[in-house]
């Protein structure tokens, strides 16, 4: 039977990146045969990386079958999995995210949860020396999810240990890590084929705060205007995506990577109250700009309150 590899539902590079990092280790190395799938369509920069290093695009799956041998990687948060998740036969989570709790597995089974920037560094922790094997494509898979994640290492999430993996990997690789992360973030950038809803849709999981649930979406870029000149269609579709995907409000943090800050959309007094409690904002608008938030999983996520 082959092992499914995937992450979470809004695929980014990370979760784009590291299904078809491991899924090379378990089959070359493990000799586990394995297939890197996604749950959702791959964002711009994920696209570019994956053409970059000369993949396709894996097989978008809609759900899991009963019994069906499967790997999570970058989440273990059962609302960005299948829904029936629970049913399938999952032999090991891989992830840098806090502990959600909601899966069930038929048995025990081998997780990896690590304070680090990005899943990708945790694999090449696992692999051990058998990374060494890893093909040059492998290696600017793992390198384009350091440089996600880690947003050039401009995030507080990065650790030492990415940074110092990174470096490693552009040696090897001859590359120059600015130039290639602004090719990079230049793709990400690039949002202008998208719909209101896609965009705020595209980097999105969902959370709940004191029965009051958030699709909390942050769109990272080096061009925020591109973004803000659709502020007004923006919130107009906020209400129509927050009632189809069963959420009171979607929150969107444009994350500016080279200014360091993001500026969150405020539709109504809800978000206001979020915005003025969770992060000590005054709000005057229908925006407000955050000085150095940059990382959802360490600055929004656990500072949010109604």
Avoid at 86 to 98: E, F, R
Wanted: aromatic share 4%; hydrophobic share 40%.
């Amino acid at each position: 039977m082959t092992i499914k590899v995937f992450g979470h539902k809004s695929p980014d590079t990370d979760s784009t990146g590291s299904p078809l990092i491991w899924a090379w280790y378990l089959s070359e190395v493990r000799k586990q045969p394995a297939e890197a799938v996604l749950l959702g369509k791959p964002n711009t920069e994920a696209a570019f990386v994956l053409k970059k290093w000369g993949y396709e695009q894996p097989a978008i799956i809609s759900g899991v079958s009963e019994g069906e041998q499967v790997v999570i990687v970058d989440t273990n948060n059962p609302a960005e999995l299948p829904d029936a998740i629970n049913d399938a036969d999952i032999l090991q989570i891989i992830d840098h995210h806090k502990l959600t709790g909601g899966i069930e597995t038929k048995a025990p089974i081998d997780i990896t949860i690590k304070p680090l920037a990005c899943t990708a560094t945790i694999m090449h922790n696992l692999m051990g020396d058998n990374a060494a094997q890893m093909p040059e494509g492998i290696k600017g898979l793992m390198l384009s999810c350091i440089l996600s994640d880690t947003l050039e290492f401009r995030s507080p999430t990065t650790t030492d240990q990415d940074k110092a993996l990174a470096e490693e990997l552009a040696k090897d690789l001859g590359l120059d890590i600015p130039a290639y992360a602004s090719e990079m973030f230049e793709a990400k950038s690039d949002v202008s084929a998208f719909s209101d809803a896609e965009l705020l849709r595209m980097d999105s999981k969902e959370y709940e705060v004191d029965g009051t649930k958030f699709r909390v979406s942050v769109l990272e870029t080096t061009a925020p205007k591109i973004v803000l000149d659709r502020k007004a269609s923006l919130i107009d579709s906020m209400k129509t995506v927050a009632a189809e995907d069963g959420v009171d409000q979607v929150l969107l943090f444009v994350v500016d990577i080279l200014a360091e800050e993001a500026t969150l959309l405020v539709p109504n007094d809800l978000v206001k109250t979020v915005a003025e409690k969770s992060f000590g904002a005054s709000v005057s608008g229908d925006t407000v700009v955050l000085p150095g938030v940059m990382s959802r999983k360490k600055q929004i996520i656990p500072n949010l309150k109604v």
